[in-house]
């Protein structure tokens, strides 16, 4: 255990964390970030723009930019402030103690591995996916789960939208902006989105539906060319050609370490006070996906990151 007591430790390192990193460190509060370790489950440092191709969203990028050297970009843009990057993952975390108590590696050992007067939360969220043969080794080469983010290299191809609920019905209508065709390819006869949802999907001549079916691979090598298909009722298999394949059967918000110290919705995201980023525990902040379920972008994350710092700078002043 390092015997001194941080001002402000980071846990995750994705926009929203890495944007409270530059902060803090320009606060001079010589942050710890803790980025997380690369894991067979997806997750690794930089979160969720580490597995995005082009990013031509964010602001200041007019030609766009890959997502990896965006947050390769906004790491050394911390380091430069004295951010102190560790690439560890937690494995637990004390709140009720202050100053508050942080372990990597064993989450047995007697000592924690760092403490810190304050903690900004940014553990960010993942999106539910498929589990299919080829699913990860696609992403970003027509597999997606934002479309807002990539539906724009879709213009003028058959893309395909798996999910049931009104994000899905949502993004599907958002693609027929781009798309020749949107076939939303759904395990039941019926979908979960309200009724509203239901009406515009449907009214909407660019989308089809294909009921009671189920994608069961991706197809392509170097890109992705079709899905393989699976009737649910009859187990009748078929291929169907297509470049892009959306997924939005759900996020999952990354909160398992604070269940019982933080308070959290139903749906798992971490509650944060009214025009703030504070938690129900004094002195614990959070920022970006772990907290946001309706927008999931990488500005807003970067701007609640921002956020968080201030508030844990203006907090620790106090």
Not at 51 to 68: A, W
Not at 77 to 94: H, N, P, S, Y
Not at 131 to 140: A, V
Not at 222 to 236: D, K
Request: proline share 4%.
């Amino acid at each position: 255990m390092s015997d001194d007591v941080r001002n402000v430790a980071i846990i995750g390192s994705g926009p929203a964390g890495l944007t409270a990193a530059i902060y803090s460190a320009r606060a001079s509060l010589e942050p710890l970030v803790i980025e997380g370790e690369p894991s067979s489950t997806g997750d690794q440092p930089g979160g969720q723009l580490m597995l995005t191709t082009e990013v031509e969203n964010f602001p200041g990028f007019p030609e766009g930019i890959m997502g990896p050297e965006l947050m390769m970009n906004c790491r050394a843009q911390a380091a430069r402030f004295g951010a102190d990057l560790r690439t560890e993952k937690v494995t637990k975390i004390d709140l009720s103690s202050r100053p508050f108590n942080i372990w990597v590696g064993d989450p047995d050992a007697a000592e924690p591995t760092y403490r810190a007067k304050s903690v900004i939360i940014s553990t960010g969220a993942k999106a539910l996916m498929l589990e299919l043969p080829n699913e990860q080794r696609l992403i970003g080469r027509g597999v997606s789960t934002c479309a807002t983010c990539d539906g724009f290299f879709f213009r003028d191809q058959d893309i395909i939208m798996v999910g049931g609920g009104d994000s899905a019905m949502e993004e599907a209508n958002f693609l027929t902006k781009f798309a020749k065709t949107v076939t939303v390819v759904h395990r039941r006869d019926e979908l979960r989105a309200s009724q509203i949802m239901q009406d515009r999907a449907m009214a909407n001549p660019k989308i089809n539906f294909m009921w009671n079916t189920v994608v069961t691979d991706v197809l392509g090598e170097e890109a992705m060319t079709g899905v393989a298909l699976e009737n649910v009722l009859t187990g009748e298999k078929t291929q169907m050609d297509a470049t892009g394949l959306f997924i939005a059967i759900g996020h999952r918000p990354n909160t398992d370490l604070f269940k019982g110290q933080l308070e959290m919705k139903d749906n798992g995201y971490l509650v944060t006070a009214h025009d703030s980023t504070a938690t129900n525990v004094e002195g614990v902040f959070a920022c970006g996906d772990v907290q946001d379920d309706k927008y999931r972008q990488a500005i807003t994350a970067a701007g609640s990151g921002c956020a968080a710092a201030l508030d844990a700078e203006r907090w620790l002043e106090h």
